[in-house]
């Protein structure tokens, strides 16, 4: 059994940064954030691997980064040139081993965070 704590989240201007957390418990294999705002679908953000690999959705990718602390078995997200587009509830997700190909799919995760909110302001 896996537990996720997402932190982070919060208000920012256009333009602006945040780093979001997920402290895990258990060990973890590939792990990701997906983001979901009023009225749309569940998309996926960025998944990484237990050996550190990562993909992002293109419409993040150069803006935002995954990482993971192993000793703190703590997933992060880097967010940097915000955008009003990006404001959604951010979730936190893990998956019961490593995850390949290149698409992101809420299905194959068994483990979820209880989310936290970004909101980009113009």
């Known amino acids: 059994q896996v537990q996720l704590v997402e932190s982070g989240g919060g208000s920012v201007q256009a333009g602006g940064s945040l780093r979001l957390s997920c402290a895990a418990s258990?060990?973890?294999?590939?792990m990701a954030w997906f983001r979901q705002a009023p009225g749309k679908e569940r998309e996926g953000v960025a998944r990484?691997?237990?050996?550190?690999?990562?993909i992002y959705a293109d419409s993040v990718r150069g803006r935002f980064t995954i990482s993971k602390d192993n000793a703190e078995n703590t997933l992060y997200l880097q967010m940097n040139s915000l955008k009003p587009e990006d404001t959604a509830m951010y979730y936190c997700?893990?998956?019961?081993?490593?995850?390949?190909?290149?698409?992101?799919?809420?299905?194959?995760?068994?483990?979820w965070g209880q989310g936290t909110q970004v909101t980009v302001s113009s």
């Open positions: 258990g060990y973890t294999y590939s």
């Open positions: 990484i691997r237990s050996t550190g690999n990562t």
């Open positions: 997700a893990a998956a019961t081993s490593d995850l390949y190909g290149a698409t992101l799919s809420a299905t194959s995760y068994k483990y």
